[in-house]
């Protein structure tokens, strides 16, 4: 079933379209020090290789202003043109001001309202940042934090809330500051010049509740493209399947039109399990083709055999071993979806269901196994080369498809 998008503003950053009916867009950051330019511009290659569409860098002082043109010019020396986002905190305005190339190069601003300064100072410098996007027809994200909320208006809204007769959740007030900051901000900057085409909003926190609501809500009160991320979202299992509940919970509902999923890696760790998991939850709800996939059991006392497992995993790496070359050769193929089940009770419903499934009889038995293709049995395969002639029948099946 496809799903309704939320329709919204269309936004071009760089050869990027956001929005509209534009495809949800995959986004990701570096964590190098952007004035060490060759770690930048290795891991931006890293990020963009890995499939992310958009890749943000930190801007936090001038040398890393200064770096920003020479890296953007490396990453088009070496065929690389992916739009560069520039996340500017506390003294975004004076950096882009200071510094014109930086602000030239750069694809997309990200401002966060919450930081910019306080009374006076804070809508001078919001301004100063502001003219400086629009002189350059720059598109700009305003990215409000909960732990950067602006602390005046969290404080007045705290303050009136406490008069009520029936004061509501301090969550539920945190939530009407979250959403108020962002579409503050942004009238302010179309105030200033900036036209509506080129804003983004997105509201990050830290609760996945708080993140559902909070998007929910923006998605209701304005036209602007929403950039999605469940903000420090955490390590390894607990970081994936709470982004994973966040994000897949809105895109489902057509809300969101670029994420980023904001693990923490491990120490030497993958950056670009970012870029995978996004590409995992656009893929898992329908939204967007990215790599072949492969439906296979978990296993059960049907299984006790490793065979149907070691089958599963051989396929999986042969897929992802051929992916780039089927993307470029076979467009298409990304949506192919193989079947590795372990036993007949699912195995030959699950396989027929697939492009092409093969169905293993289970353990304490002879190795005969059906392979389905298009919902028809065509073979069964038997002996010590079943996994190499399923891998031979994926091969010609992706050929014969999208060749």
Request: contains cysteine; glycine residues 8%.
């Amino acid at each position: 079933m496809k799903i309704s998008r939320r329709k919204s503003n269309l936004v071009k950053v760089g050869n990027v379209n956001i929005g509209n009916d534009s495809p949800i867009v995959v986004q990701s950051m570096t964590d190098t020090d952007t004035s060490d330019v060759v770690k930048t511009v290795n891991q931006i290659k890293e990020l963009f290789d890995a499939g992310s569409e958009i890749v943000r860098i930190t801007v936090n002082n001038d040398q890393a202003a200064k770096s920003v043109e020479i890296i953007k010019n490396n990453l088009i020396d070496d065929g690389y043109d992916v739009p560069i986002v520039g996340d500017f905190h506390f003294i975004g305005h004076r950096l882009l001001t200071n510094n014109k190339s930086c602000a030239e190069k750069l694809d997309k601003y990200r401002i966060n309202p919450g930081n910019v300064g306080r009374g006076n100072k804070r809508d001078e410098n919001f301004e100063m940042f502001i003219k400086v996007a629009v002189e350059n027809n720059k598109p700009v994200r305003i990215g409000v934090n909960a732990g950067s909320l602006d602390s005046e208006l969290l404080d007045l809204k705290m303050e009136i809330n406490s008069k009520r007769k029936i004061p509501l959740s301090s969550e539920f007030v945190e939530n009407e500051a979250l959403v108020e900051s962002a579409l503050i901000s942004a009238e302010k900057a179309i105030d200033l010049g900036l036209p509506e085409d080129k804003i983004i909003i997105s509201c990050k926190v830290s609760r996945v509740n708080q993140m559902i609501s909070v998007y929910k809500e923006l998605s209701e009160k304005c036209n602007f493209p929403l950039h999605l991320g469940l903000t420090e979202a955490g390590m390894g299992m607990k970081g994936i399947s709470y982004t994973s509940v966040a994000l897949g919970n809105l895109l489902y509902q057509g809300i969101g039109d670029t994420i980023r999923c904001s693990l923490t890696p491990e120490v030497n760790g993958d950056r670009t399990n970012e870029v995978k998991l996004c590409q995992e939850i656009l893929q898992s709800i329908g939204a967007r083709d990215f790599n072949p996939t492969v439906t296979s059991c978990p296993g059960c006392g049907r299984t006790t055999s490793t065979f149907f497992r070691e089958l599963s995993e051989e396929i999986q790496d042969f897929l992802n071993s051929k992916k780039k070359l089927w993307n470029k050769n076979y467009p298409g193929s990304a949506s192919l979806k193989v079947a590795v089940m372990g036993c007949v009770v699912n195995g030959p419903g699950e396989s027929k269901s697939a492009d092409i499934g093969i169905s293993l009889p289970g353990s304490g038995e002879s190795p005969k196994a059906p392979v389905f293709v298009d919902g028809n049995k065509v073979d069964v395969l038997e002996g010590n080369e079943i996994a190499k002639q399923f891998i031979n029948m994926i091969e010609d099946y992706v050929i014969n498809k999208w060749g």
